[in-house]
């Protein structure tokens, strides 16, 4: 491509990105297309002769567009919503242009440089102990896979040659995310050997309960290595007892990881510390700024106070062959389980500084304010019914009887294409999840869900009468 070619193709991009964010209402959340379609739009194969930037680009508004969902419009609130501001946007185009693989420091010194002292800036907006390393993955069910192979690697060196796992034992609550499963699996952990310990009213795990499983376990001669805790549940964002959890982790040894892929970010926030109290003494940690902090996906950012177990478990360079632990050229494909990595830390640098502290943890004030009033307004309609207690930006409710209800109400929401909300199932029965996590999404825009959903519900009690 000619340079010229590429000013014109590149500002044409960025003048649509700026379009696209300042029309961004004007777009349903959710494509109205059926699975397959786009599959069927586009030719079977590759073109043999290249075709030219305006081409493609006109294509992808014309094709692609139409079934994107718009993760960036203020009325998504499905899972946990997510959006990108505009220094990650540029800071990724800029990335992209580098190109570069931080494989080990000499591959680009800037990539593990930089990833050190953005961790390092996370970590302390988080309060987290100066003592934790960090590392960038790219999303929270990789960074907790890590903690769970580290924390295997502690507790049996010796199974990274004989593969033989089958006697340890790994413990989380009911509600912790699939992906803790998914890791342990991985790891060789096999489902039998993992304890999901039941919680109590407010959805936490019941840690005299977690105390009786390790002690049965071993009785019956297994080896209980490693407890995940959650901060921030998927399903209503409840918070597990850190503090008690690590006071049963230190007492068995156990590698204790807390898993805060959405709700640590509110770690910044000093009248949210109480919650995470405990949280300094585990092995490791995980928040996606992906999620909650206006950094584009992926980008989760892993911390541990064991880097040593990491590195021996994601390293196959023998001790006697590594560099002298003063020297400050670190390799970061020695603490995972890929060789590759992006420039990552880039974006998170640009949005860090862009938004600064202060402006970060506005936002995470704002939408907790936006949540709390919303959960206020489903408390005074005696219709529905607030199904867990709202500790972030993620409010739970259903409407009063039979399941059926809720899910035409939801099914009436999404398809406005206005709002996009996800559900959960709570004691066996459905809800409907509203998250604030996009940081376009105002009061207006959440009171404009509220009316929507009570519109829906009124008109279907008329019809039914
Ligand atoms: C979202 C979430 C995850 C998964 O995050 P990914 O980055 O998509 O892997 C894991 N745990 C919790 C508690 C989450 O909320």
């Given amino acids: 491509m000619q340079p010229e070619n590429f000013r014109r193709s590149g500002h044409a991009a960025v003048d649509w990105i700026a379009e696209y964010q300042e029309h961004i209402r004007d777009y349903p959340v959710l494509p109205a297309m059926q699975p ?3 599959i069927d739009a586009l030719p079977t194969s590759a073109p043999d002769a290249g075709e030219s930037m305006d081409v493609i680009l006109a294509d992808f508004q014309r094709l692609i567009l139409p079934a994107v969902t718009h993760w960036n419009h203020p009325g998504f609130l499905a899972y946990f919503a997510n959006s990108s501001t505009e220094p ?3 800071a990724e185009l800029l990335a992209a242009a580098l190109n570069v693989n931080g494989m080990i420091w000499r591959s680009s010194p800037a990539v593990t440089e930089l990833e050190a002292v953005t961790m390092g800036w996370l970590r302390q907006w988080l309060g987290l102990p100066p003592e934790f390393f960090g590392i960038i993955y790219d999303t929270a069910s990789i960074s907790s896979f890590h903690a769970i192979v580290a924390a295997r ?3 049996a060196p010796e199974a990274r040659r004989t593969g033989d796992y089958s006697r340890l034992t790994m413990y989380c609550s009911e509600l912790a995310h699939s992906s803790i499963e998914k890791s342990a699996v991985a790891a060789g952990i096999g489902q039998d050997n993992i304890r999901k310990i039941g919680v109590d009213g407010q959805f936490r795990m019941k840690v005299d309960e977690l105390a009786a499983a390790v002690q049965r376990d071993r009785a019956n001669g297994m080896r209980p290595f490693c407890v995940i805790a959650t901060a921030g549940t998927t399903t209503m964002a409840s918070v597990d007892p850190v503090g008690e959890i690590s006071r049963v982790a230190a007492a068995e040894g156990l590698w204790l990881h807390v898993d805060g892929a959405y709700g640590g970010a509110t770690m910044m926030l000093p009248s949210m510390r109480a919650l995470f109290e405990g949280v300094e003494k585990a092995d490791s940690f995980v928040v996606n700024p992906h999620k909650w902090m206006m950094t584009p996906v992926d980008l989760s950012a892993f911390y541990t106070r064991r880097p040593d177990a990491l590195r021996r478990a994601f390293s196959l360079t023998p001790e006697y062959l590594r560099g ?3 020297s400050r050229e670190v390799n970061l494909m020695d603490y995972s389980v890929a060789l590759g990595r992006r420039f990552r830390a880039l974006k998170l640098w640009f949005v860090m500084r862009h938004h600064g502290r202060e402006g970060m943890a506005a936002m995470l004030e704002r939408h907790m304010r936006d949540a709390a009033q919303f959960a206020e307004w489903v408390r005074q309609d005696e219709r529905f019914e607030l199904c867990a207690p709202v500790l972030f930006s993620l409010v739970c409710f259903r409407l009063k009887g039979p399941d059926a209800a809720s899910e035409r109400l939801l099914q009436e929401i999404n ?12 004691d066996g029965r459905m809800v409907i999840r509203m998250a604030i996590g996009n940081y376009r999404t105002t009061l207006e825009d ?3 869900v509220w ?5 829906i ?3 279907t009690a008329e019809s039914a009468d």
């Fill in 153 to 155: 690697e502690a507790a």
């Fill in 451 to 455: 009316k929507l959903t009570r519109e």
């Fill in 88 to 90: 990650g946007i540029v």
């Fill in 415 to 426: 398809r406005s294409g206005k709002a996009f909300l996800s559900h959960g199932v709570i």
């Fill in 36 to 38: 397959g379609e786009l």
């Fill in 324 to 326: 002298s632990d003063e």
């Fill in 446 to 448: 959440v009171r404009a």
């Fill in 457 to 459: 519900v009124d008109r």
